[in-house]
T-cell receptor, first 106, second 124 residues
Framework: SFELIQPPSVSVSPGQTASITCSGE??????ACWFQQKPGQSPVLVIY???RRPSGIPERFSASNSGNTATLTISGTQAMDEADYYC?????????FGGGTRLTVL | EVQLLESGGGLVQPGGSLRLSCVGT????????MTWVRQAPGKGLEWVSG????????YFADSMKGRFTMSRDNSKNTVFLHMSSLRAEDTATYYC????WGSGWANGDPFDRWGQGTLVTVSS
């Protein structure tokens, strides 16, 4: 079955660039989304259709999807960006989530 | 403003049943497919099910097929998740979310708004 693999954790210093990867077979042929979830809160969509940002999401959030890997990039990371991040894609009519990555801003 | 409000969670014994509800406001409800996603305590997100805007098409994760069903009442702006034969591993916060593009259950349609979730605990 289709799986999405994310690193369990990523650390970044404030102001630096954070990159979170999401790997899945032939992922570039599917749409990828990214969700941010802060403790005690519901997930928030931060990227859809591989690279698009919903209104209200800061420009420092960007993403790409090539080959077997989608990547979420946060430029100029801020303390408020510390959260769990989940990628999500599709296997025909089934939605699939990655295991999530905890981003720590040190 | 789009709002989604889940209800119906609680404590249920193993083997029991429960029906979750989600009311959506601030958007044309019938024009959007809807979905349920769950999160076990301290764990990641797991997709559960989806339903088209007219309620005809329903879709489920393999582990839920045969135990869970999903329906909607567009006259009440409500989607339902009917859960049966519940197991301890079904313990989770269940979120409903709306899709962005439209009424069909479409590969790639993003889940753009989420409710606050309702907690289901399966325990004796």
């Amino acid at each position: 079955s289709f799986e999405l693999i994310q690193p369990p954790s990523v650390s970044v210093s404030p102001g630096q660039t954070a990159s979170i990867t999401c790997s899945g077979e032939k992922l570039e042929n599917k749409y990828a989304c990214w969700f941010q979830q802060k403790p005690g809160q519901s997930p928030v969509l931060v990227i859809y259709q591989d690279t698009r940002r919903p209104s209200g999401i800061p420009e420092r959030f960007s993403a790409s999807n090539s080959g077997n890997t989608a990547t979420l990039t946060i430029s100029g990371t801020q303390a408020m960006d510390e959260a769990d991040y989940y990628c999500q894609s599709w296997d025909i009519s089934t939605a699939v989530f990655g295991g999530g990555t905890r981003l720590t801003v040190l | 403003e789009v709002q989604l409000l889940e209800s119906g969670g609680g404590l249920v014994q193993p083997g029991g049943s429960l029906r979750l509800s989600c009311v959506g406001t601030g958007f044309t409800f019938k024009n959007h497919a809807m979905t349920w996603v769950r999160q076990a305590p301290g764990k990641g997100l797991e997709w559960v099910s989806g339903i088209s805007g007219n309620g005809i098409g329903t879709y489920f994760a393999d582990s839920m097929k045969g135990r869970f069903t999903m329906s909607r009442d567009n006259s009440k702006n409500t989607v339902f998740l009917h859960m049966s034969s519940l197991r301890a591993e079904d313990t989770a916060t269940y979120y409903c979310a709306k899709t962005s593009w439209g009424s069909g259950w479409a590969n790639g349609d993003p889940f753009d708004r989420w409710g606050q979730g309702t907690l289901v605990t399966v325990s004796s």
